[in-house]
């Protein structure tokens, strides 16, 4: 790498932070001026507080089960000393949630460069209707372009005859061709024809969409189910990965969305879409700490190139950034 190379690639971490952290400023001001006037005429750390601080991170949808292990973990920090500036709470509440983030760390799912090393890549792609699971495949398809590789794209929304075409239009943004069938085809068998197609064109990455919605849960789960089976016909440890993209913007909803799939999928990595103009960025915590999943993406504005890799001290940093 030269040079040049790496002062474009510090200027890329920088600008990308940036926007991470335009992104998060709804959830910034909803959590951090209520923590600042929760703060007002106290010189400690005492159960009135704490109380408020719980009541503040429920609100922010953290969640209940996360913010209580926040809560005893900043009791345990604060047991010596419970004198504390609203500066010095700010760095130990930052500390903590960090560690919490970090804790379910999975190295070999979030770092990119397992891509290299597998081909072709395949990404099942699931989640219900809404939550930008095609603007999600729009966008990785055209992060791997970028990267220089070949990448095909499944229309396996058979259900809807709109996320065909919009799947299309995507692929076409982004220089990807597009393998589909008509509205009413069998799900897996797009899928089959997908991961053939991209053997025999020597792609790189494979991205399948999914249905969101079909009659009833457990209707969409056994589809989803049959496509892993039939995939793996043709590449017996595809998919390599299953994102389930879950949007910030509905704040619990999206933690009941990820137990239906977890139970019936096999989700290895998420994406969280929208954090952008919501206040429910505090989401992203409980979602990490309570699934275990690491997120991998996340959507930061409606652009194509508004998918980054989740940086979890980054996002931590954004969150409490002045």
């Known amino acids: ?3 040049f190379d790496v002062f474009k690639n510090k200027e890329q971490k920088l600008e990308a932070a940036q926007k991470l952290e335009q992104s998060l400023e709804k959830t910034k001001t909803t959590l951090f001026s209520r ?10 750390v005492d159960e009135s507080f704490l109380d408020e601080l ?3 991170l429920v609100s922010s949808d953290v969640g209940i089960e996360t913010t209580v292990k926040i809560i005893e973990r900043l009791e345990k920090r604060v047991s010596k000393d419970k004198y504390l500036n609203a500066a010095e709470l700010d760095l130990i509440l930052k500390d903590e949630i960090q560690q ?8 070999e799912i979030t770092d990119i460069s397992s891509i290299d090393s597998i081909k072709p890549y395949v990404i099942m792609v699931v989640g219900v209707n809404g939550v930008g699971k095609t603007t999600t495949i729009g966008k990785l398809a055209h992060r791997f372009t970028t990267m220089g590789k070949k990448v095909m794209i499944g229309a396996g929304d058979t259900f ?10 995507w692929g076409e943004r982004s220089g990807v061709p597009v393998i589909s069938r008509e509205m009413g085809s069998d799900p897996a068998s797009v899928a089959y024809d997908t991961v053939q197609s991209a053997i025999a064109k020597d ?10 919605r079909l009659h009833n849960k457990v209707n969409l789960m056994n589809e989803l189910e049959k496509v892993d089976r039939v995939i793996k ?90």
């Open 54 to 56: 719980e009541e503040i």
């Open 100 to 107: 919490l983030l970090c804790e379910h760390d999975k190295p």
């Open 35 to 44: 923590l600042g006037k929760a703060l007002v005429g106290k010189s400690k």
């Open 203 to 212: 792609i790189d990455v494979v991205i399948l969409d999914t249905a969101g």
């Open 233 to 322: 016909k043709v590449i017996p440890d595809a998919p390599h990965e299953t994102v389930l993209v879950l949007d910030a913007s509905t704040g619990q909803n999206a933690i009941e969305q990820a137990k239906q799939f977890i139970k019936s999928t096999k989700v290895n990595t998420l994406a969280i879409t929208k954090l952008d103009g919501t206040a429910k960025g505090g989401v992203v915590i409980g979602i990490v700490d309570q699934f275990k999943i690491p997120i991998k993406y996340i959507g930061v504005g409606e652009k194509i190139e508004d998918l980054q890799l989740f940086d979890k001290r980054v996002f931590v940093d954004s969150l409490f950034s002045s």
């Open 160 to 169: 809807r005859a709109a996320a065909i075409d919009q799947i299309k239009i």
């Open 1 to 3: 790498m030269g040079l």
